[in-house]
């Protein structure tokens, strides 16, 4: 079992960068996938970014691209997800997941482990 805390998050201009960070319990942090979702008000919750075990492979939504850049550290476990040029509707609560899955997918019901959530607030 996995357990996570996400930080990082707060309120930051149109414009500006933040970085989140996403700490995981256990010795089993590099068998996992770990993948980003937010959750804006009224609306689903939706795939930022993943990156595989090893870290040699990324993937990202297609309109955030060029933005985020997700990363890890296997060593530490954690997980982290640098934010840049942020507009206001990147404004949501972001969720750090981890999946056992054998294939990395943005499809979030194969994420078996999810932190409590960040929030995150661009002003315009």
Known sequence: QVQLVESGGGLVQ???SLRLSC?????????YIM???????????EFVALITRSGSS???ADSLKGRFTISRDNAKNTVSLQMNSLQSED???????????TIASSNRALYEYWGQGTQVTVSS
């Open 14 to 16: 149109a414009g500006g």
């Open 23 to 31: 700490a995981a319990s256990g010795r089993t942090f590099s068998t």
């Open 35 to 45: 993948g980003w979702f937010r959750q804006a008000p009224e609306k689903g919750r």
């Open 58 to 60: 990324t993937r990202y």
């Open 91 to 101: 404004t949501a609560v972001y969720y750090c997941a981890a999946s056992a899955a």
